[in-house]
């Protein structure tokens, strides 16, 4: 089942004296979160509160946002450290592409012989290349996002592989 609502930011702490929250984005860019309308933060008892956003630009890593109810420095420190979600609905995704939410969990096959290779665990960027974390046997397997190893990536049928030798631990893979 998809989640409803997904991380979207990380409040590090205030920016200024007038409630602005310095945030860490944790979108493919920061436009997600400076595009959005409203945010989300979780409760204590699992359930989501909607905050209206009242400007937010982006200042290098990190996304300054100012919230309908956090007008000081205080107020915007006690909510340091929370996460900020984004309600499904309300994040763009070009045709064709995926939410990282989406993938985890997706199965790996062989794009030849159909092999079942586990699934996919996490999903990072590293030095500007996502590398996509398999959970096989037991252990992981890092596959960097390159055609010559990905060949395919759908919600239905998951992420197919053309691993090189020994990476899933057989000799005789192509």
């Given amino acids: 089942m998809k989640k409803t609502y997904l991380e979207g930011g990380k409040i590090c702490t205030s920016h200024g004296v007038k409630g602005l929250l310095k945030v860490e984005h944790l979108c493919d860019s ?14 204590r008892d699992g359930s989501f509160t909607e905050k209206k956003i009242k400007s937010a630009s982006a200042a290098g890593q990190f996304v300054l946002m100012g919230i309908e109810g956090i007008d000081s420095r205080e107020e915007a420190i006690a909510y340091r450290g929370r996460l900020i979600y984004l309600h ?3 994040i763009p995704v070009a045709n064709g592409a995926m939410l990282i939410a989406d993938m985890i969990g997706l199965p790996v096959y062989h794009a030849e012989s159909g092999e079942s290779l586990g699934e996919i665990s996490d999903i990072s960027d590293v030095a500007g290349r996502r590398i996509y974390t398999v959970n096989y046997q037991g252990r992981e397997v890092l596959i960097p996002d390159v055609p010559e190893f990905i060949k395919e990536i759908s919600e239905e049928k998951g992420m197919a592989v053309l691993p090189i030798p020994g990476l899933f631990g057989g000799a005789d893979e192509v």
């Fill in 30 to 43: 920061p436009r997600v979160l400076t595009s959005a309308k409203k945010i989300y933060l979780k409760e």
């Fill in 88 to 90: 499904r609905e309300d």
